[in-house]
């Protein structure tokens, strides 16, 4: 059933993209009429969609941080303890 | 009162004990029944708070039954947390393996339920020692290696803390396992905080968590993920509230182990990662210290021992079946384990504090009291790790192993199916409570410690910047999905240093040593053998003629003596004789008497 379900939504991969991007793009909005009063900082009421832009900067940010990292030698080859 | 104490560590202790005897049908009833009777125990225990087990041994007075609301959750959710170990590795036939969890399971309840240093540094040990086992059992040489590795570490934040405890009682007399004073700290509160912060790793001690749990056997792994990091949180929770310099650390923290599971190509060391990492908002709470804090720490850490463990639970399933634990050798498995795709997404999803699960009412509680706690830099990077945490267990960690390519050989592939009932039922316990937790808040917040402050997680605001932070995070995985692709590689750590620090020791030894102890063994030879060598001759000589010469020369003079006397003195007439003893005596006595 589970298997069935994936397959079906792998046959409509686009159609699944776009209804991802719909729900984003409906999060965002809506996100835009809740009430900023309980917020912890004035940047989350002064900025519309604060948490938007922070989720994808914090995204974007640990990945590259991740990849320069990497990149800097920290990743190695696997058999780099053997003797 | 004090009667009807009876530890619960005891009762999985005695179980253990006994489980060797207990064969055939009878041993997966046996293996239900004692962690449920010491789930049972505790939640006994949970009702009646108070101290018991005090004991007077020496000059102390040891508490082994602390029964409040700190040591109540926390030995509620490591129950627990015993019977879904136990139901997870019930197709384990070697009963060492369960022997070994049990012991590590009574090592936890000990420590929390304690009231004293000493009973802890027992509790402690024993953590450490049965915990090693589970590594071991695993009996391959790298397991071994790293079982090596993860007990000598601990024997190492064994010695550090031991040291605090003794420092402590030199100087104020008290063993009681109470509240440090943290903001003027002495040498020995630094020494027990990084003592007990070993055992929750926090860097620069961390590096034997990723090692050690990716190379323990699949059920002991699942084990290790709940108990010696949470129980540590405890005992810092217990002891170092409000230290601060744990906020910076705990922020470190949190951001080092979600930047190397991004990194990480085998599936239970970005786990492991992660545990680092979720560790890290717990640690950032005890740092923090108010009331919000400290409950958002037991919070959190009662939720991450469940989806954490349904995490390596659903993981183990794969690596189970297939053998095989990098992302490079795996992937495309929905069709061969759906079930284990579900319980991992639950897991995922959950840890990534998605509404509706444990995450999301427990972690904002952390992030919600560093705010309050005007700490808005922790409050942000805290929030820029949830987002990470999304994207590593949430979206990385599903995606290469369950859509990604399929990158399996076909006797992977062949293998690859989803586990036994036993494993699964394991799975079902673990999610049913992520759901709860998500869902009937006072569940988990009934149990809190601090009763006075309250939280409400289901607010529009919260659930609007939950939400953002989730879609824009999936968005941007979506986008950068290219730079976290699994490669074949393993990521430089702290470890390093002792890993390559030991290769450096032993090379010393092998070489500049070994050429030394060479050249002074010849140097030996050619000078010091000779010489003594003509010395010895000498001494051989001056033995034969000049001692031996005296010694027999002696014996002769005194032999002709003897011979003399003899002839004069012992002529065979009896009454000559008599004359000359009496004579003799005579003189003697008179000698005696006179002088």
């Known amino acids: ?83 | 009162m004090t009667t009807s104490f009876f530890h619960p560590a005891l009762i999985m202790i005695i179980g253990a004990l006994l489980l060797p005897l207990v064969r055939g049908p009878f041993r997966k009833p046996y293996l239900f029944l004692i962690p449920v009777l010491t789930f049972i125990n505790v939640l006994y225990l949970s009702q009646h708070p108070g101290t018991y087990g005090v004991v007077q041994f020496l000059d102390w007075e040891l508490t082994f039954g602390r029964i409040d609301r700190l040591s109540m959750i926390f030995a509620f959710i490591m129950a627990l947390m015993a019977i879904i170990g136990t139901i997870y590795s019930m197709h384990v036939e070697d009963e060492w393996q369960h022997i070994a969890a049990w012991f590590y399971v009574a090592g936890s309840l000990g420590v929390i339920y304690c009231g004293d240093f000493l009973v802890l540094f027992l509790f402690w040990e024993m953590m450490a020692f049965a915990s090693t086992f589970l590594i071991w059992f695993k009996k391959d040489p790298e397991s071994l290696a790293a079982g090596y590795r993860y007990i000598l570490v601990h024997t190492f934040g064994g010695v550090i803390l031991l040291l605090g405890f003794v420092l402590r009682y030199q100087a104020t007399g008290d063993l009681s396992f109470i509240q440090l004073n943290v903001q003027s700290p002495e040498l020995y509160t630094w020494l027990i905080m990084i003592g007990l912060m070993l055992n929750a790793a926090v860097p620069p001690l961390h590096s034997w968590l990723p090692d050690a749990y990716s190379k323990a056997t699949i059920t002991g792994s699942v084990f290790l993920c709940a108990f010696t990091t949470k129980t540590a949180i405890y005992t810092l929770a217990r002891s170092c509230a409000g230290f601060d310099v744990l906020i910076v650390l705990g922020v470190v923290m949190a951001i080092y182990g979600i930047i190397y599971a991004i990194m990480e190509n085998d599936v239970r060391k970005l786990l492991g990662w992660e545990i680092v990492s979720q560790v890290g908002y717990m640690v950032t709470g005890v740092g923090i210290g108010t009331a919000l804090a400290i409950n958002g720490t037991c919070a959190h850490a009662f939720a991450h021992i469940l989806y954490k463990s349904l995490l390596f639970m659903a993981a183990g399933a794969v690596i189970h079946a297939t053998g095989k634990s990098k992302f490079t050798e795996l992937g495309g498995l929905y069709k061969k384990m759906p079930v284990s795709l579900v319980f991992l997404l639950i897991g995922g999803l959950s840890v990534s504090a998605f509404p509706l699960l444990s995450g999301f009412v427990s972690k904002s509680m952390i992030i919600t009291a560093s705010f309050d706690a005007h700490l808005l830099w922790a409050g942000f990077l805290l929030t820029m790790v949830s987002a990470g945490t999304f994207l590593v267990a949430g979206l990385r960690l599903p995606y290469l192993l369950f859509f990604n390519d399929n990158k399996c050989s076909p006797e992977t592939w062949d293998k690859a199916a989803d586990p036994s009932w036993n494993m699964q039922l394991a799975m079902v316990i673990a999610a049913f409570f992520c759901l709860l937790i998500g869902i009937y808040l006072p569940f988990l917040y009934g149990m809190l410690p601090n009763t006075e402050v309250a939280y409400q997680p289901y607010s529009s605001y919260h659930l609007s910047e939950t939400l953002q932070i989730l879609a824009l995070t999936a968005l941007g995985f979506f986008l950068l999905r290219k730079h976290i692709k699994a490669r074949e590689s393993i990521s430089l750590d702290l470890d390093w240093f002792y890993r390559k620090g030991g290769q450096g020791f032993l090379w010393t030894v092998t070489n500049p040593l070994q050429w030394f102890d060479t050249a002074f063994g010849k140097a030996y030879r050619v000078v010091g053998l000779s010489t003594l060598m003509t010395t010895s001759h000498f001494w051989s000589w001056f033995d034969w003629h000049g001692i031996d010469g005296v010694v027999d020369g002696t014996a002769r003079c005194v032999r002709a003596i003897g011979g003399r006397i003899s002839l004069v003195l012992q002529r065979g007439q009896i009454q000559q004789t008599i004359f000359y003893t009496v004579t003799f005596a005579a003189v003697i006595l008179v000698a005696y008497i006179w002088l």
């Open chain 1, 1 to 83: 059933m589970i298997v069935n379900l994936i397959d079906y939504l792998r046959d409509r991969l686009t159609t699944v993209k776009y209804c991802c991007y719909g729900g984003i793009a409906i999060i965002v909005i809506w996100s835009l009429t809740v009430d900023t009063s309980h917020a912890h900082t004035w940047a989350e009421k002064m900025i519309p969609g604060f948490w938007s832009l922070f989720g994808l900067g914090s995204c974007a940010v640990v990945i590259m941080l991740a990849r320069v990292l990497g990149k800097s030698g920290i990743m190695t080859r696997e058999d780099y303890y053997d003797n």
